[in-house]
């Protein structure tokens, strides 16, 4: 407990003295930077942020080939690292990825992976997606129970689509 206690102050005494930056530091600066267009100095210090916002924008960075050649394998790794600690969109995005093998191999199942990741983090795109692949089929078990649940929830949160989709199974909110 003592050496937890004193390494909290370390580094609470090495955050005030500015020897060590916040991740936030470095996410905020390098998100100044990538709205000035200056893309070398945003990719080099969302790499050094390490949180899941500064992945999710390295994606961004990659896919649309910003500061670097568009490479939508490296987009994927960098969604992949985000998603994995929590980035709904994130997720979603890589979920889009794998369900049109936009730069990863067509895989319908890691698709419905990460859509229902985000969806169960609330993302109201991935609930629509996942509850369309419980009705088809696509990537898990057709399974209209599944796909009406998702297809509500998305529809309660207002996504049009997801009505629509309701309304012609003969479904209500």
Do not use: H, M, P
């Given at each position: 407990m003592k050496k937890a206690h004193t390494m909290f102050q370390i580094?609470?005494?090495?955050l005030a003295a500015g020897f060590v930056q916040p991740v936030w530091a470095?996410?905020?600066?390098?998100?100044?930077?990538?709205r000035l267009k200056d893309y070398p100095t945003a990719m080099r210090e969302f790499k050094a942020?390490?949180?899941?916002?500064?992945?999710y924008m390295l994606a961004i960075m990659y896919y649309k080939g910003e500061g670097?050649?568009?490479?939508?394998?490296?987009?994927?790794k960098w969604l992949r690292q985000s998603a994995e600690k929590g980035h709904a969109l994130a997720a979603n995005n890589l979920g889009m990825m794998y369900d049109k093998g936009d730069g990863v191999p067509q895989d319908t199942a890691e698709a419905a992976k990460w859509y229902r990741k985000a969806a169960e983090k609330g993302h109201v795109p991935s609930m629509y997606n996942l509850g369309l692949m419980y009705t088809n089929g696509e990537g898990v078990e057709k399974d209209p129970k599944e796909a009406v649940k998702w297809l509500r929830k998305a529809a309660r949160k207002g996504h049009v689509n997801a009505k629509k989709m309701l309304k012609v199974m003969g479904e209500n909110q």
């Open positions: 580094l609470c005494i090495s470095s996410f905020n600066t390098g998100f100044n930077a990538y942020g390490g949180d899941s916002q500064s992945a670097t050649a568009a490479n939508k394998k490296e987009a994927a």
